[in-house]
């Protein structure tokens, strides 16, 4: 996450990098970057921590991806 701030004459005057941390990894008082954030609970994940799960979107052929903790992944049918 990048939050700068720019003067009116579009000078950058501030640059500031926002690091999250993974939340499981927090848990276990480690650190660890995070990569992406639940879709169902907000939480920050580590590329160890996440699921990534591919969806069909209903009466189209899209498809969408969403990203879960391990606690909020749906259950393989
Ligand atoms: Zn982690
Ligand atoms: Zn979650």
């Known amino acids: 996450m990048m939050i700068d701030a720019r003067g009116s004459n579009g000078q950058l005057l501030m640059e500031v990098a926002v690091v999250m941390q993974c939340f499981e990894h ?9 990569v992406a954030v639940c879709s169902n609970c ?18 189209t052929n899209e498809q969408r991806r969403l990203i879960f903790c391990h606690k909020c992944r749906p259950n393989k049918r």
Do not use: S
Not at 26 to 34: R, T
Not at 42 to 59: Q, S, T
């Open 26 to 34: 927090a848990k276990a008082n480690e650190i660890k970057d995070a």
């Open 42 to 59: 907000g939480a920050a994940l580590c590329m160890d921590h996440l699921v990534e799960e591919v969806e069909m979107i209903p009466r």
